[in-house]
């Protein structure tokens, strides 16, 4: 238990209330805010008929969650940050199911037993509201951050608790040099970024940059391309010129499910054609080979730009995760 003690540590636990249990389904982890899954959810039902709450948690506090309802399990579907996937399976939450269209789903992005399957991927990068910048330019490198041009503009979600948290630390420690073995170039940056006041929420912040409030966020690029095409003002997404890193988002059925059928048609749903379509309209990198409609294309930065962003052994980051919060909050936090 010691190795993902954290996660629990870390996480705030939620009771659900009856009226959340008397939904169809219920999704851990499923905020209308992030990834559009307000579109998926209305989707969902239009097309299955089945009512499916929003839920606001991050990985972390999902797992915990669902760790402590064991004994009489709410929730029907996890979604996390892979190596939240990963903590899932090892802490016997989940149970297989491989959905429709699984054979599909490349060989690295799946759990082999089905325990945890991805539906779609983001890269890391920074969501940028240039209005906020305050006549700042828009930053370009991980090293722009720690200029005293932007102190107290930086945001980042707590690598110990948010998948997207740990995601960051993980593609500045690449981009600097690091590797699964040496986080050291990453808590160096944590510790100089602490010196211009960054912000750290827990939870999903798209609001706080869209307000202004958060002018720079280590984030996905749906989320910077959401803000761009969608909000009333001026945001961009930036691949850090050191480099980044590609990242997969999945879904597990919670063991012993209490709607256990529903939620399997709902995780069928998540991986199908219109399903995947649905990703892409968010801005969100479909985990089948689907290829992406012109107009969603169009709107990416170009692939030379994305050239930058590796994917990851994130088996492996696992592994590091237990050992780089812990660092992080002795050092840093």
Known sequence: ??????????????????????????????????????????????????????????????????IAEKANPVGDIGYFGVTFGMKAKAQDALEPYKPAGWDQVDAGLKDPEGYWTTIHSGTLGFFVNKDALGGAPVPKCWADLLKPAYKGMVGYLDPSSAAVGYVGAV?????????????????????????NDPIVPKQTSYARVVSGELPILFDYDFNAYRAKYSEKGNFEFVIPCEGSVVFPYVVGLVKNAPDKDTAKKVIDYLLSDKGQAIWTNAYLRPARKIELPEAVKAKFLPD??????????????????????DRYLADVR
């Open 1 to 66: 238990m010691n190795r993902f003690a954290f996660v629990l540590s870390a996480a705030v636990f939620i009771a659900a209330s009856p009226a959340a249990r008397a939904a169809d389904v219920i999704c851990y982890n499923c905020p209308p805010e992030w990834a559009d899954w307000a579109s998926m959810i209305k989707a969902v039902k239009a097309d299955l008929n089945i009512d499916m709450p929003h839920d606001n948690k991050n990985s972390g506090q999902a797992l915990a969650q669902i």
């Open 171 to 195: 593609a500045v420690n690449l981009a600097l040099g690091g590797s699964d073995t040496n986080f050291e170039p990453g808590l160096k940056f944590f510790k100089d970024l602490k010196k």
């Open 304 to 325: 030379s730009e994305y050239a930058r962003a590796k994917s990851v052994d994130w088996g492996k980051m696992e592994l590091a995760q237990k050992g780089f919060t």
